[in-house]
């Protein structure tokens, strides 16, 4: 039988063992690629929660070690690095005390001995000690450490005691019962007491250095002022400001008077009353002498600060934040020297607060009762002291004190300002500077962007959308369509670059203009139309479909070169600034916007963002859109067509309701692109961190936020950490839009999914 030529060699069918060894290889590296991806989210999780997580933790508190304290009412203090506290009971030595290993070091005060101490007072932040004699004479010494090293390497701190100029009160009698000294270094000023009950009499002394040609010069008194008189009861507590400028007298009736020390001299500039008719038990100033922590015998806790209740007024003290109710025992309190963090309690019971925030960091129950306590320089430790002579030493990590909930996202009262508000100022000029890490400031300001972009970008692109699928000729779309889609590619930093360099400026004068310009150009568009269905239907017939575009451009064109012509008149006739000082008035809308609505003119503001960021988003916008709509089934359209319907029926009842789902999806992904965008929000807006919607100031959003501070912030601190809790809220915000989105596009997909 003759063999078949036509049937296949079946081997041909059979794949090749090298074949089959690829395919399963690229298999399982596509599967592993999908792993290594999944784990790569997972781990970028991961650092960003491990460096967000601290900051929402409260101060952790442990023992640290006893020490043997000699006194019930002493004064206690202790270096930097909380290793050597000292112990000053009013005698003529300075005990200081080890903590590793117990060992005790005196040293006697010089120009102390013979003299009888009857009132003294302990400044943490220069380690003062002040002083008041029988006598009627009031001085001071500082407590000094320097860290020495031995010649087996081993570091360790050498204590010292300095004694400072004595000066003789001119007024009252009897000797010195009460204490207080502030230094601002340029300046200083002792408050003292003499006497007690109904004869005791309030002096305020302000000290400066007189410089010589030669040498440190010599620091002598400025003036002593009797101030009994302002008073109007009898004096319970003094208290000197850190930085040496005021005076607080807390009075028998409740009253507590503020007194002012400058170069101008001293003088009385209020009385407040904190608990009404209740004096305050303890009266204490917080790291930089502006605000004061209040306490009254029945455990009521408030912090009053300087602010200005106007812009033009004097800055008084008003009550900012109350704190929760201290129980009952001796009242104690010791302020950090390195942030708004203090140590209070009454009785066992204590608590590690933070001012800024109002929160407790920390609460507990101690198994001795304190009559005294003091916070190192680092605040790593604190030191308690009890009546026995009981001192133990324990110790604090919180890193973070500046955090939290409030923090972050609730209005906070803010040293100097006249009232809570939301405020994000990480960095100052002096160590006292107190953090202002709200994100809501960035958050809004991410969401103004980013709706002035949008309320600029989606009519023009879905507009120029809707145009290019319905309306315009196949020739021409095949231009128009890759050219739109050319502009995404242009980087943001030019963009961002011409807006702040060209764009602001331009726009800056010619506001007026750009107002005209988008009510003439629209207008024109729709008279336009209107015109063209009433003419002839055989003059339009002369125009191939789609082509009706060479005669709507040149008018838009002129429309929008007489709106930017008549900017300039329009502006001498109705933004028109008056001067309230000479009476001159002057036409210009920059001068006229801050002074009829009362908020600011900004170059870089909303309004060159809306036009530049709009560019950057049209494109997005467009190449989805467009093609959503004209991936329309075309049997739809030319049904809608065959009964009757003409173009723009056909857009509005067909393609917009088929495409609408691919239409949204667009929005969304130039929502994302918008709020997402750093150089150009930058670069455009000034970047200042405000929340107010006026178009013409600017914004911080959280994106630039931490392109700006992210290189600047030291890893680990509270700053650094922040700025990743602000991109975990961009992501959350952006999450939440794109699901919300998802779920609607899913809700729109699924009335046409007939189609």
């Not at 912090?303 to 106007?310: A, E, G, M, N, V």
């Not at 005294?372 to 030191?383: M, N, Q, R, S, Y």
């Amino acid at each position: 039988m003759p063999q078949d030529h036509h049937i296949p060699d079946p081997k041909r069918f059979n794949v090749s063992r090298a074949t089959l060894w690829f395919d399963r290889f690229m298999g399982w590296l596509i599967r592993c690629g999908g792993v290594a991806v999944i784990l790569a989210v997972f781990g970028i999780f991961y650092f960003v929660g491990k460096e967000v997580v601290p900051l929402f933790r409260t101060a952790e508190v442990g023992p640290a070690g006893e020490i043997g304290a000699e006194t019930a009412s002493a004064v206690l203090g202790v270096d930097e690095w909380g290793g050597l506290p000292f112990i000053y009971d009013g005698g003529e030595r300075v005990v200081f005390v080890g903590v590793e290993g117990g060992t005790r070091r005196v040293i006697e005060v010089p120009g102390l001995a013979g003299l009888k101490v009857t009132a003294y007072a302990f400044d943490a932040v220069h380690s003062r000690v002040s002083l008041g004699l029988e006598d009627g004479r009031v001085g001071s010494f500082l407590v000094g450490y320097e860290r020495k090293y031995g010649s087996d390497g081993k570091s360790m701190v050498e204590p010292s005691v300095t004694l400072e100029p004595w000066f003789t009160l001119e007024n009252g009698s009897g000797p010195v019962t009460a204490v207080s000294y502030g230094d601002s270094g340029a300046g200083r000023v002792i408050a003292v007491r003499r006497g007690e009950g109904a004869a005791a009499s309030v002096s305020v002394l302000r000290l400066g250095m007189k410089r010589g040609l030669v040498g440190k010069g010599k620091l002598s008194l400025l003036e002593e002022l009797d101030v009994t008189s302002e008073l109007g009861a009898v004096p319970l507590l003094l208290r000197a400001s850190q930085n040496g400028e005021m005076v607080l007298v807390a009075c028998a009736d409740g009253g507590v008077v503020y007194f002012l020390a400058d170069s101008d001299g001293v003088s009385k500039r209020q009385t407040f009353r904190p608990f009404d008719s209740v004096p305050p038990q303890q009266m204490n100033f917080l790291f930089g002498g502006v605000s004061v922590i209040l306490t009254a015998e029945d455990g009521r806790q408030e912090q009053w600060s300087l602010f200005r209740t106007d812009q033009a007024g004097e800055r008084l003290f008003g009550a900012t934040k109350a704190f929760p109710n201290l129980g009952e025992g001796k009242v104690i309190f010791a302020a950090s020297q390195r942030n708004r963090t203090f140590l209070t309690g009454a009785g066992r019971e204590l608590s590690i607060r933070h001012s800024t925030s109002g929160e407790v960091r920390w609460q507990g129950t101690l198994d001795l009762d304190p009559v005294t306590a003091v916070l190192d320089a680092k605040g790593e430790h604190f030191i308690v002291a009890a009546a026995d002579g009981e001192a133990r030493r324990y110790s604090i990590h919180d890193p973070h004190p500046e955090a939290g909930w409030r923090a972050f996202f609730g209005k906070v009262w803010y040293e100097g300002g006249s009232g809570p508000v939301y405020q994000w100022q990480s960095t100052g000029g002096s160590d006292d500077f107190e953090q202002k890490l709200s994100l809501i400031p960035l958050i809004f300001g991410s969401l103004k962007g980013t709706a002035y972009a949008l309320l600029f970008s989606i009519p023009i692109a879905l507009l120029a959308a809707v145009f290019s699928a319905a309306f315009l000729p196949l020739k021409i779309k095949r231009v128009v369509k890759p050219v739109m889609e050319i502009m995404s590619s242009l980087p943001s930093v030019v963009l961002g670059f011409l807006a702040g360099l060209w764009l602001a400026p331009v726009l800056e004068t010619r506001v007026p203009s750009v107002m005209m310009m988008t009510l003439l150009v629209p207008l024109a568009a729709l008279g336009i139309g209107y015109v063209w269905c009433r003419l002839p239907i055989g003059f339009r017939n002369r125009f191939a479909i789609g082509s009706e575009w060479m005669i709507v451009v040149p008018i838009l064109v002129l429309a929008g070169w007489i709106g930017w012509s008549l900017g300039p008149v329009i502006e001498s006739f109705l933004f028109v600034y008056k001067d309230l000082a000479t009476g001159k008035e002057i036409a210009d809308f920059r001068l006229w916007w801050p002074q009829t609505f009362g908020i600011s003119f900004e170059q870089r503001n909303s309004l060159v963002l809306g036009f530049m960021m709009g560019f950057a988003v049209i494109p997005v916008i467009f190449t989805i859109a467009e093609d959503a709509l004209s991936n329309v089934p075309k049997s739809l359209t030319a049904a809608s067509a065959a009964l009757g319907a003409n173009r723009w029926q056909v857009v509005w009842t067909v393609m917009l309701p088929v495409a609408a789902s691919g239409i949204f999806s667009a929005l969304m992904i130039g929502f994302g692109r918008a709020v997402g965008e750093t150089m150009i929000m930058v670069m455009a807006t000034g970047n200042t961190p405000i929340t107010e919607w006026n178009i013409f100031n600017g914004m911080r959003t959280l994106s630039a936020n931490i392109a700006v501070e992210l290189p600047e912030a030291p890893v680990g601190s509270t700053h650094y950490r922040t700025l990743f809790l602000g991109a975990v809220v961009l992501f959350a915000m952006t999450f939440v839009m794109n699901t919300i989105a998802e779920v609607l596009r899913q809700h729109l997909r699924d009335r046409n999914k007939i189609v």
